[in-house]
């Protein structure tokens, strides 16, 4: 009897320090997670965010070396940035040179169109709708939002801030290629393109009628494609798009087609003929990330989805439809990623406006 009492004490003596760790463990992760949801990204980090993005977005489709087309889009889009709720940030529009049509919103207020998409437009309302709803992805932080409330980022006890910001840009520019935001998201955009572009003297409808256009340009591919790849079914949101014009009696008018066909000059191009590079492979998720060695860091985010990481191929293949991916998204970008630095001056904007009303 005495030498099972001696072995029960023996097993208890060791295992209290064991269930003790496994409980500090425990309690490391549930602070550590605390730290994550609590997190606030500062403005700076956020346009630290943003930049990561954008350097990605342009060595992926390469910049327009044109500096009047990107005055040209940087004036639309100031006007309309200068009437949003942050109209401080320091505002960055940027014309990718590709193809593909599509548009793309990075944090801190990197707005990116392609060359594809200024193709399709028609005139300068449209235009002023698509900027409106990047403007509207950043206003409301959509992606950094999504990154912080989804399950993207594992906690872990030991990375530092600046560790965590990185880790914020990786999957952000995953979900921002994929156009990763969910239906209410998109149409809170939605509605703040159209507010804008009204306040600026816009049609809203502009939003409805190029959207209208990709669809017909889009009517053959099996899968979505690129721009706003990730919303609900068209016919709902043009719907929502309808009656968010009437019920808000956005009444503004003006298209100013004729400026803007003297801005630009690109052709679309249809979407089997546009120029791809090889995607992804199947499954090409990063190898998982090696946890942080233990050096007493702030925060902690060891674990990511595959986002963002995908190996960006340089073999062409001959058209969009010989794949049938995703034709926008991986469309073949230009060589030259150098980011085309325009200014924009008060004298200048006060000009263009004038325009607007015709």
């Known amino acids: 009897m005495r ?47 943003g930049e990561d993005i954008s350097v990605k977005l342009r060595e992926k489709y390469g910049v327009v070396q044109d500096p009047a087309v990107h005055k040209y889009v940087a004036l639309v889009g100031t006007t309309l940035a200068q009437l949003s709720d942050r109209p401080n940030l320091k505002w960055t529009f940027i014309v990718l040179d590709t193809d593909g049509v599509n548009a793309f919103a990075a944090p801190g207020g990197y707005v990116h169109i392609t060359r594809g998409a200024l193709a399709l437009a028609q005139n300068e309302a449209e235009l002023a709708d698509v900027l409106g709803h990047e403007i509207g992805h950043v206003n409301k932080k959509h992606t950094v939002n999504a990154i912080k409330n989804g399950n993207y980022l594992n906690a872990t006890a030991n990375a530092t801030r600046n560790d965590v910001v990185k880790k914020y840009a990786e999957v952000g520019y995953g979900m921002t290629l994929e156009n990763k935001f969910d239906r209410d998201q998109e149409q809170q955009s939605d509605e703040i393109a159209m507010t804008l572009a009204n306040k600026s003297g816009y049609s809203a409808g502009g939003l409805g009628t190029f959207l209208t256009r990709l669809t017909e340009r889009n009517k053959d591919q099996k899968e979505r494609s690129g721009f706003f790849a990730s919303h609900q079914e068209m016919t709902s949101r043009l719907s929502q798009i309808s009656k968010y014009i009437s019920s808000q009696k956005l009444t503004a008018a003006s298209l100013v087609a004729a400026r803007y066909g003297s801005k630009i000059a690109y052709k679309p191009v249809p979407i089997t003929a546009v ?22 860091g702030k925060f902690g985010m060891a674990g990511l989805s595959g986002l963002g990481k995908e190996k960006s191929g340089s073999q062409t293949v001959s058209s969009a439809g010989s794949r049938g991916l995703n034709p926008d998204r991986d469309a073949k970008g230009g060589p030259v990623k150098t980011l085309v630095v325009v200014t924009v001056s008060a004298a200048d904007l006060a000009e263009f406006k004038k325009g607007i009303a015709g």
Request: no cysteine.
């Open 3 to 49: 030498r099972t009492m001696m072995a029960v004490l023996l097993m208890t003596a060791f295992a209290v320090p064991a269930y003790a760790q496994l409980g500090s463990i425990l309690k490391k992760g549930e602070d550590a997670k605390k730290k994550v949801d609590d997190l606030t990204i500062t403005e700076d980090e956020e346009r630290q965010i």
């Open 275 to 296: 120029a791809q590079v090889a995607p992804p492979t199947a499954g090409a998720a990063p190898a998982a990330e090696k946890p942080a060695s233990s050096g007493g």
